[in-house]
């Protein structure tokens, strides 16, 4: 049986604090060495692109029809390129992923926009707005920076994505702990 993180947060709080701590541990160090957590992060998903290519090709003959099987054949192979050039050419890998996020970054920069325009007259639509400004700002740093920004883009990101989910859950094995004592008393 599966178990939820809530429910391990009550059951088990001392491990999900030490998980939490270790989560926000590792995203520190993630932050101290981006160029680093880059690489390992680029090696990651050659990997899982070269996995991905494996199932495109078993899946492709499942499928019924020539060119079902034709178009599944041409993103497996895509995926198998894409991954072994990421594993032999990191570096490279790192500077192309650096500037798909920072491109990212703008295009949800943009929606963002246009959803605050929509939204701009409802309760808490600032945040939008202020969502799309952080998000802009970022991509345009990336961007204007590329390909310096590659040294430390993914693997800054990767790190403060961690250290968020790491207070997030500690700060939630925290609440569900005093939750269990208020209702023990």
Known sequence: MS??????????????????????????????????????????????????????????????????????????????????????????????????????????AAMDFFAYLRARKSHGSGWILFDGIGTLILGLLIWSQWPLSSTWAIGTLVGISMVMSGITRLMITLAARKLSETHIE
């Open 3 to 108: 178990t939820t993180f809530p429910s391990m947060a009550i059951r088990h709080p001392v491990w999900s604090i030490v998980w939490s701590v270790l989560i926000i541990v590792i995203g520190l160090l993630a932050i101290g060495l981006p160029l680093a957590t880059s690489f390992g992060v680029v090696l990651i998903i050659g990997w899982l692109l070269i996995f991905s290519s494996v199932t495109q090709v078993i899946h492709a003959f499942q499928t019924k029809g020539i060119a079902s099987i034709f178009w599944k054949l041409v993103v497996a192979f895509v995926y198998l390129g894409v991954g072994i050039y990421f594993l032999a050419h990191p570096l490279l890998g790192v500077a192309g992923l650096t500037l798909a996020i920072g491109i990212f970054f703008l295009a949800e």
